[in-house]
């Protein structure tokens, strides 16, 4: 009886403590509030290439959880009216309340928005802060703040794979047949005009054979200095390689245009012919005052539009491109370079 008394006694005793634990345990609000962020540089910057080391900083308020965390905020940007789509990262801080980035790398950023970086215009940009805690809580995003800035001209140098073949001699120091990793993250994507049939090539780190990849198994999967890679019938080839988990692929590629702007209207493609010279996809044909896009091989697989409202620089997959005025226009598209463009000119 007196063993049963203690069982009964440490198991209330327990109940008591966990009651009170429970009690205590952190709760975040239902409502928690994002952020105010503020551009403490003002509403309108111009960069310039003298004040490179020079800071450019961003505050915002603590965002409210309600309860004391370590929260990780995101300032990122991205080009007005393109809702964050292809959102860069500016700065990133634990609970800090604020943070710079340097001139130069806030350029670097920036430069590659615009159609000639070589004669930089301004740039109508949004920011806004994010904020997290966790993965299982959900994102706050702060008021999208405008902020129009003006980049300064710095060649840019992306990292690229050099791809020697039998279609250019098998020379691996061609910087004329290369792709690029825009954002430098291992991903590398390009054009590349192979002109005989069942061309062979390899992908090379640096302008020698000292580093290269090839396909054994041909399964897209890259092995060090492995087999050559067949392509198939001449034509443009995309080719795209994932360096970190050693994947590639390639499509042979034909390009029109397609729109209410076009003859052929959203059911007919109008052909582009390619130019090896120029290294440009160009058409000559009659507009109207409407929309139109660039797709590949007849099919919506593969499209380019504008995301950035007829900036002249292409996003894949993004917005139609708005012809302004009815007339006779010259179309040209350039995937030749990390960067793809286009123009629509007025003859």
């Not at 609970?95 to 920036?110: A, E, F, P, R």
């Not at 959900?138 to 690229?160: D, E, G, W």
């Not at 910087?175 to 054009?191: D, M, Q, V």
């Not at 009659?286 to 139109?292: C, D």
């Amino acid at each position: 009886m007196k063993k049963i008394s203690i069982i009964i006694l440490v198991l209330g005793l327990l109940s008591v403590l966990s009651c009170k634990k429970d009690e205590t345990k952190a709760t975040l609000t239902s409502t928690p509030s994002a952020s105010v962020l503020n551009l403490v540089s003002g509403a309108q910057i111009v960069l310039k290439k003298s004040d490179s080391a020079v800071p450019v900083t961003y505050s915002w308020t603590a965002s409210q959880y309600g309860q004391p965390l370590v929260v990780t905020y995101l300032v990122e940007m991205d080009m007005a009216g393109n809702n964050f789509k292809n959102a860069i990262p500016v700065v990133q801080v634990n609970s800090l309340l604020q943070s710079s980035i340097n001139t130069y790398d806030l350029n670097q950023k920036i430069l590659p928005m615009e159609y000639d970086p070589k004669n930089p215009t301004p740039i109508n940009l949004e920011f806004r802060v994010t904020s997290t805690v966790n993965s299982n809580v959900p994102l706050l995003y702060s008021v999208v703040i405008p902020q129009t800035i003006t980049p300064y001209f710095v060649k840019i140098v992306y990292p690229i794979l050099f791809v020697p073949g039998s279609y250019q001699g098998w020379n691996p120091g061609d910087s004329t047949t290369t792709i690029a990793s825009p954002k430098s993250n291992g991903l590398y994507e390009g054009y590349i005009w192979m002109g005989i049939d069942n061309a062979l090539f390899k992908y090379c780190q640096g302008n020698s054979w000292s580093t290269n990849w090839g396909d054994d198994g041909a399964d897209g999967t890259l092995n060090p200095n492995g087999a050559n890679i067949a392509s198939g019938p001449h034509g443009y080839y995309k080719l795209n390689v994932d360096l970190p988990n050693l994947k590639h692929t390639f499509l042979r590629t034909a390009w029109s245009l397609i729109g209410d702007a076009t003859p052929g209207g959203w059911n007919t493609d109008t052909d582009m012919t390619y130019d090896t010279i120029a290294k440009t996809w160009s058409a000559t044909l009659s507009l109207t005052a409407a929309g139109l896009k660039f797709r590949a091989n007849h099919a919506w697989d593969l499209n380019y539009g504008d995301d950035g409202s007829n900036t002249g620089k292409l996003s894949s997959g993004g917005a139609n491109i708005t012809v302004a005025a009815a007339g006779n226009y010259t179309v040209i598209l350039n995937l030749s370079q990390p960067v793809y463009k286009y123009q629509l000119k007025k003859n």
